[in-house]
């Protein structure tokens, strides 16, 4: 289904013919399927072929974009040519010939989801279901579902980079509901991975995942509301990185940075953060959730260290943006899909370790809140005020954790949480996430140590303590 | 015909009953920076589902090409698919309903043909005029979308349907500073009448809001009197409008289990769904399944009316489908909360102390539709004795999506269809638990 090399050149020479100085055609072809099962049996079942082509012309800060699902040379090169009407320049770029193509080989899958049998996938769900549900009389309900996606893309663009390679994500959603009395708590974890299948049946014990899901609805539903206030938090590691995903990791795109939309603009090299914080944005790990050979623009993903003892070092920056800023491209550029025209987006985000330990910083807290888990959240990279839920929470009381409590948020702004963080641990760890945002819903992993936030807005029912 | 082959080789395969469904979208968007177009998106693409019946279970297939080549694939596919299928739910292709509503005035014509340069010009007049209407305002974000979706459905009992509707959005994000703060502003239009847009209006009132809440501070935690601006409102309801969907309350993961007949919300809560609305591309007079769709009511002063159905849950619960099959599972098409007789400034005017929440975040994340419970950051104002005071960000406001329903004072009469697809006014509520300082 992948396009000729000749066809891409002519693509891009016809894209470039009314003055634009940068072409690029995208070409994806991605395997996906569902299986979602509801009280241990298997309701949807779901196959999915994505197959689509995006044509990407720039002409100084303007660019166009433009897709569609054919593959026939005609209608592709219709497509480019009408875009490319958007310009009425002459010729000025000339586009470099496409040399041998470059495959991005480093990511290995042993058992790849087109190889795994289906009976095997649904084997792997029904156990998840089985420990979870048995995990406590009180677990009424659980929902198992799997996500697992083959994407292959191509890209070539006017300045002769010709790459393919072939990403491949799969994912559990372990969804448990405790009920009594007519109240219900969930309980959630889903686990993935940038490899094949070897890594549910090898790396990880689905089981004791599954059962951390029921004991966080067990513990939930038994759990006081969340008394309200200012209070210091500390936020576990792996899922707590999310907070510097909103908080901080947005708005260091480009996407806000290079219009002059983020808090972080103008900041590059001062101190912007306590100097005990270091945060990296690594899409070169290891099979790693929100790893790439390539970014969406075919140039290779790396390893970006934002903020090193607190001072910003970089930005996350795509190509088209680097234009608005004095910034080199970061390898940043990334997409769901061809249905997008790619932007700056983060990859394995998470705040390096530090030298306390766990127990140290829960020693050193009188009293506060402990999010041990984190829900999802978001941000205005506008203001840089930012939200996140606490999926599973607990009072700190004399340096000591306490009671559960539920139903909290906490709420802040990026730039100032930066300067509240006084305690980081070792235990740095990372969890797995879907990110949406301009460039649609992507595979995103955020990580932390778990760390202490000195003072921020607790949210909860119970009001003030 | 790559259909009428793909229902030939699937009956011959053993596929007993099989159905396609057709989507196709064509797209464009508009994005103006700095008074000069920015981005230019165009795009003509098409999906299509295939589910089949075989032995009893249903298989599905979804793809982006239609190339005969790939036939026996999908029949192959649609039958291991179902052959993993161990829930005893009865697979269900439908014949036809006796009549679908026509809804000829959700596609207009005029849009779609008009010329793309008058697009443009409308986006960067839009822009220009948010750059002009006020000196503190620094950064602007103009935008257009607009999207012809066609969809078509066509099974082996001999049903064949067809939708076609526009619709287009134009909007705008400004950033807004003074020396101390930086502040955010954002509204759009959708409709499918290009002369519905006012740029006028939509500038001034992006950028008056904005400006009024620079210098917003959190306030004191504790219980306060709350007005939601119809725009957070409309995010609360969307946040919880899964829990509507029969097929939730089966799976135990709707807190409306049990709730049918009962009072949910207090007597001003008449909660809709339209499936024919005007103006919103969402309108369909079937569903992804073939039944017809149609009017109903949820709430009905308060009483929970009726879930949402689809042939699956509808035959679980010996009730008739409501039309409301979408995308493998149950969805409401446009969720309206029908207005009161207020204005926004009585609404405001009933507050003795409390907020007027002009926007909430994080719904996807800080809203529990198994539980109801929300804690949702908000942002707003002051409001004491029925007047607007000063400015209020970084607060959460929290509480459960049942109770909020059941202490709905007072409803208005400003009526607005959201970014989200939900319709609702400006909404009065008794106290609930806000956290700031």
């Known amino acids: 289904m992948l396009l000729k090399k000749e066809i891409l050149e002519k693509i891009i020479e016809t894209a470039l013919a009314t003055g634009g100085d940068f072409a690029e055609v995208f070409t994806e072809e991605t395997v996906s399927g569902s299986i979602q099962t509801v009280g241990g049996l298997v309701e949807k079942a779901n196959s999915r072929k994505i197959f689509g082509i995006g044509i990407r012309i720039a002409h100084k800060l303007q660019s166009v974009y433009g897709f569609t699902n054919s593959n026939n040379p005609e209608d592709l090169l219709k497509l480019a040519s009408d875009l490319s009407k958007s310009f009425s320049d002459e010729l000025k770029t000339k586009a470099l010939p496409l040399g041998e193509i470059e495959v991005g080989q480093k990511h290995k899958v042993l058992v790849s989801p087109l190889v795994f049998k289906q009976t095997e996938k649904v084997e792997l769900l029904k156990k998840a279901y089985k420990a979870a549900k048995e995990y406590d009389e009180v677990i009424q309900q659980v929902m198992v579902n799997l996500t697992e996606w083959v994407q292959t893309i191509l890209i070539a663009n006017s300045e002769g980079r010709y790459v393919t390679e072939e990403r491949t994500r799969i994912r559990l959603g372990i969804n448990a509901i ?288 | 015909m790559f259909i009428e082959k793909l229902f030939e080789k699937a009956i011959k395969a053993g596929i007993s009953d099989v159905q396609v469904f057709l989507n196709n979208m064509n797209e464009l968007s508009i994005e103006v920076f700095d008074g000069q177009l920015e981005k230019y998106e165009i795009s003509d693409s098409s999906s299509m589902v295939i589910r089949g019946i075989y032995q009893g279970k249903m298989g599905t297939y979804s793809t982006e090409i239609m190339d005969e080549s790939l036939i026996d694939t999908i029949v192959n596919t649609i039958i291991e698919s179902a052959k993993i299928i161990d829930s005893p739910d009865e697979a269900m292709i439908y014949a036809g309903d006796k009549e679908y509503k026509e809804l000829n005035d959700l596609y207009n014509e005029e849009l779609k043909t008009m010329d793309v340069s008058k697009k443009i010009e409308k986006v960067k007049n839009l822009d220009a005029l948010f750059h002009a209407a006020d000196p503190r305002v620094s950064i602007v974000e103009t935008m257009y979308a607009e999207q012809t979706k066609t969809v078509m459905l066509q099974n082996t009992k001999g049903l064949k349907l067809f939708n076609k509707v526009n619709s287009s959005m134009l909007g705008g994000q400004v950033i807004v500073k003074n020396e101390t703060d930086q502040r955010t502003g954002f509204d759009l239009l959708i409709t499918n009448d290009f002369n519905d847009y006012n740029n006028e209006e939509l500038s001034r009132k992006v950028v008056e809001d904005a400006v009024k809440t620079l210098g917003a501070k959190p306030i004191p935690s504790g219980n306060y009197e709350i007005v939601f601006d119809r725009d957070a409102f409309g995010i609360l309801l969307s946040a919880f409008s899964g829990i509507f969907s029969a097929e939730a309350v089966h799976k135990g993961a709707s807190l409306l289990k049990g709730k049918l007949g009962s009072t949910i919300g207090s007597s001003h809560v008449t909660l809709v769904d339209d499936p024919f609305m005007k103006k919103s591309s969402r309108s369909r007079s079937f569903d992804d399944e073939g039944v017809a769709t149609k009017y109903k009511e949820l709430v009905k002063e308060g009483v929970l009316t009726t879930f949402l159905h689809n042939l699956n849950t509808a035959k679980k619960d010996q009730v008739t489908s409501t039309g409301n099959g979408f995308g493998g599972t149950v969805s409401a098409v446009n969720l309206a909360l029908l207005p009161g007789n207020h204005s926004k400034d009585e609404l405001i005017k009933m507050i003795k102390n409390g907020i007027y929440v002009t926007d909430v975040q994080g719904a996807h994340a800080g809203a529990n539709s198994v539980s109801g419970d929300f804690s949702l950051q908000a942002m707003g104002f002051v409001v004491k004795e029925g007047v607007i005071g000063a400015p209020v960000a970084l607060i959460t406001v929290a509480g459960n999506f049942i109770k909020m329903l059941q202490d709905i004072e007072a409803l208005g009469n400003d009526t607005k269809t959201g970014y989200y697809g939900i319709t609702c006014p400006s909404v009065k509520v008794g106290p609930m638990v806000v956290a700031g300082l």
């Open chain 1, 178 to 465: 405790a009920g009594k009395d007519g109240m219900m708590q969930t309980g959630y974890e889903a686990p993935g991975t940038g490899k094949g299948y070897e890594y549910f049946l090898e790396d990880v014990n689905i089981e004791d995942i599954a059962r951390n899901a029921a004991r966080m609805a067990k513990t939930m539903l038994f759990a006081d509301e969340c008394p309200s206030g200012v209070m210091p938090v500390v936020i576990d590691n792996e899922f707590g990185g999310v907070i510097f995903h909103e908080a901080c990791g947005h708005s260091l795109e480009a996407t806000s940075v290079a219009k002059n939309a983020s808090v972080f603009c103008g900041k590059l090299h001062q101190q912007v953060a306590s100097p005990i914080v270091t945060a990296i944005d690594d899409g070169t790990i290891e099979n790693g959730w929100g790893s790439a050979n390539f970014d969406d623009e075919g140039y290779p993903q790396q390893r970006r260290v934002l903020i090193e003892n607190g001072i910003l070092k970089s930005y996350m920056v795509d190509k088209l943006n680097s234009r608005r800023m004095d910034h080199q491209p970061t390898g940043s550029s990334r997409r769901e899909s061809y249905r997008y025209s790619p932007t700056s987006r983060m990859s394995n985000t998470f705040i390096d370790n530090g030298t306390s330990t766990f127990d140290e910083i829960i020693a050193a807290t009188e009293y506060g809140l402990y999010a041990a888990k984190m829900g999802g959240g978001s941000v205005n990279p506008g203001s840089g005020d930012f939200n996140f839920a606490v999926s599973e929470g607990y009072i700190i009381r004399n340096g000591k954790i306490a009671e559960p409590v539920r139903g909290a948020s906490l709420v802040g702004n990026g730039a100032e949480i930066l300067w509240k963080i006084d305690m980081i641990a070792n235990n740095l760890d990372r969890a797995r996430g879907m990110c949406g945002s301009a460039s649609g819903s992507i595979p995103a992993d955020v990580g932390q140590p778990t760390l202490r936030v000195s003072s921020i807005t607790v949210g909860g029912k119970k009001g003030a303590k």
